[in-house]
């Protein structure tokens, strides 16, 4: 499973946002991170994607705890963020499985 942080934004907030992600700290060891990706246009803002994977058995503790990060960008007039729990291939297939009848 995989937590992906998802945050948009107009421009005219871009330096707004930039001064509160140069505030986060270190992110805790139990939490490896890819990105932020990054989309820009006049027309859309800007989009930032970052992919989360956390150690076994940490999922919940680190959706919580990056929720709780992302928490200072709902004071940006124009911003919104959410943070989704995402699972691989093998786990949405057992998933699947259960749903149906039995």
């Known amino acids: 499973m995989v937590l992906i942080g998802q945050l948009s934004c107009q421009i005219k907030d871009v330096k707004q946002m930039a001064q509160i992600y140069s505030k986060f700290a270190d992110l805790p060891s139990y939490i490896k991170k890819s990105g ?4 820009v246009s006049e027309k859309e803002g800007v989009r930032a994607l970052t992919l989360y994977l956390a150690d076994e058995g940490k999922i919940d503790k ?3 705890y990056l929720l709780e990060r992302y928490e ?3 004071r940006v007039s124009s911003a919104s963020y959410s943070v ?3 699972e ?7 998933t699947l499985r259960n749903l149906g009848p039995s």
């Open 36 to 39: 932020p990706y990054f989309q």
């Open 62 to 64: 680190a959706h919580d």
């Open 72 to 74: 200072p960008f709902s």
């Open 84 to 86: 989704e729990r995402w």
């Open 88 to 94: 691989n291939i093998k786990d949405a297939l057992a």
